[in-house]
């Protein structure tokens, strides 16, 4: 059974930065790919960014050029990254880290929550103006 657990969330003005963090256990990574989500109170959960087992990755539109995702192993831990920059108070939302064993050319596949059955349980982040 894949285990995920979000850390790294918190409050922030706009315009500062935060950095999530997502552990992944008892499954190999490098095999998979990995994203992150976020639903905001009332909206559904949306794909922010993903990135694929050979590290290619894919940006929601409204976080290109702020957000960056990446991956590494550290600490014998898997660790799924995403660097938020130029935070807004519409980035307001819990966020959940993802994965899936299954792969597409469409890249927009993944930012889809119906492409990841593994789920972390989220972690808040609050941006005031």
């Known amino acids: 059974q894949v285990q995920l657990v979000e850390s790294g969330g918190g409050s922030v003005q706009a315009g500062g930065s935060l950095r999530l963090s997502c552990a992944a256990s008892?499954?190999?990574?490098?095999?998979?790919?990995m994203a992150w989500f976020r639903q905001a109170p009332g909206k559904e959960r949306e794909g922010v960014a993903a990135?694929?087992?050979?590290?290619?990755?894919?940006?929601a539109d409204s976080v290109k050029g702020r957000f960056t995702i990446s991956k590494d192993k550290d600490n014998a831990k898997n660790t799924l990254y995403l660097q938020m920059n130029s935070l807004k108070p519409e980035d307001t939302a819990v966020y959940y880290c993802?994965?899936?064993?299954?792969?597409?050319?469409?890249?927009?596949?993944?930012?889809?929550?119906?492409?990841?059955?593994?789920w972390g349980q989220g972690t808040q982040v609050t941006v005031s103006s």
């Open positions: 993802a994965v899936t064993a299954l792969r597409a050319s469409d890249s927009s596949w993944y930012l889809s929550s119906r492409s990841f059955p593994h």
């Open positions: 008892r499954w190999s990574y490098d095999l998979y790919s």
């Open positions: 990135i694929d087992r050979i590290g290619t990755t894919t940006y």
